[in-house]
């Protein structure tokens, strides 16, 4: 075949012409996506706790109450009250706290939702500018979801930048192809753009999790660009093949792997779709989509780059490549001490796991550090306040007028404040903070037996710390529930792909071992599971699995000679493993401690997972499957 005849048959200009445009009609749509970071965005609109707390707000604009917080003893003039109630958004001043001594707070009630930071954050900016010469500043739901939406945000540019830039550098350093590793990217950010222009279409907004696909499939994508460019140059180099051939060759090779590695993340994602967590399932829908879409795009765009650029840039050596070809007889010679090391650490993981326990305090993933946060631990602390309150409404509002002038109030309870506007409806601030389970326990079932000893009637709960118990409850449900459709959809993917049973439960052995390390790594230093362990531990077999799929697919091509298998596949393998680990890193900068417990948890897992799939895997291959089973592939 000659140059000419290859390149007729792959129609680079058309193929070029027609991502580009795509690729512009997808960035446009995805301009219009938004990002919901709070816990509606998480437990979903049509969550029955989040109806019934829309319920109130509804008919209430005192639930959720922006405070303005002063040094002690100082009070707002009535110049500047009369400025912030004028201000858009601002319904009216609902009650000052002053004592002697302890800070100034000043309420305000809302007409806006004061969760959705879209419609909070220029009343806010307003607000701020008129206290920039006082000593007070702002807390209440709507300071900090605003607050924390915009860290959020930073931190998800800055780590989408940091990734992007981690993963360019190691790819140009490994392969010695600076002005490659650019280009590479291309058709990565290219499907990214696909995947979310699609999801677009399902959502309006991204939640949380599903923000951060874009920073993760930057590294997943990637790696079908590293296993096209190390077979081509591995066709080159070894096999004499002209660059037209080598790339043609290499993309007839990969397409069934690189099919299979896609679509073992992709069903690994959509089992996050089985959650009870709305959050949960956005990443489910979010990270498949993008996932299919780079598979698309680094499928058709990759191999007419390969095709265009200077030929030099294929025909260099990597820096690891020699220690690959001879890592797999190293590996081999020593393969029963260290599966035997590996299984001893699993065995103790597994006394660690069964002293894991969740956190039970969800506010632990917001950015502690938050000036808003920090005044609602002040007011807490000094007036028994909580600037998100349990919400208790009675049937009868006669019920709450006798509640409220009770003098004898059971110990967890600092407060009790009538809600403006609602007959029957009482906000509860507990003396604990009510976002950790037990204190909410312990305080709802203070009020029950208070109540009832009062003889009053029916009442139900509602209000912030609501919304985290009920978040609190679908973790549990999750976390049983998600990873056995994970395990059982990537199973029956590989079984169809390789129409084997054997060789799925091989490629998965070493992924479980390296997952149940890091769950028994976090129950024995104390670290507690948490939504954001819940969301890895799919993506990490989705993400893990493909290095296994790459190994297997040449071990048959070379019909189990493990250094031909290692000196084409096994850099590749490496090099995809850190690059997806690069990307999860990034987040470890953030300063969102969700973000940070993501990034560190998904990137210790990876590492484990490659580690033990270059050595179990191909010790596994060699003792269990037969000769002729490799040859007939």
Known sequence: MTDGQTQRRWPILQLLVVGALVTAFAVFSVSHLQVEADVYGLLGHDDPEVAKFAALANVTSGLEELLVVCEPEYLLGQETVGQIEATPGIDSSTRVFLRQGLSTVQGFSLTV?????????????SIRAMLTDSPCGLTGTPAVVHDMQSRLNTDLLTALALATVLVSLMFAFVYRIGWLAPLMLLPVGAGIAWGLAAFGMLRSELTLFAATVPTLLVGVGIDHCIHLIQSTRYSMTLDGNSRFDAVLFAWQR???PITLASMTTAVTFLSLTVAGLKGLVDLGW???LVTLGVYAACIALLPAILLLVPEKWLARGAVLDLPMQTIGASLQARARPLIAAFLLVGAVSVYGISQLELLSDNRLLESGELPSLQLQDRIAE???LSSSPMLLQFAAPGDAIELLAEPDRPAPIANLLAVQGVGGLLQVHPVENPFLRHNYEETVAALDAWIGGLGLGEYDLSGAPALNERLNALIYRDLRLILPFALTGILVVLAIGTRSLLRPCLVLLPLLLALVWLTGTMGIFGFA???????????VLGIGVDGGVHLLAAWDRHRGDLQGMFAETGLAVVVTVMTSVAAFAAFMISKSPSLVQFGSQAAMTLIGCLVVTLVILPYLFRRLLRDNDATAR
């Open 529 to 539: 599971a948490s939504v954001v362990t819940v969301a890895i531990m799919p993506m």
């Open 382 to 384: 000094e007036h028994g």
């Open 113 to 125: 939702d004061p969760a959705d930071w879209h419609e909070t954050a220029p009343l806010l900016a």
């Open 286 to 288: 979010a990270g498949a």
């Open 254 to 256: 990969l397409l069934r």
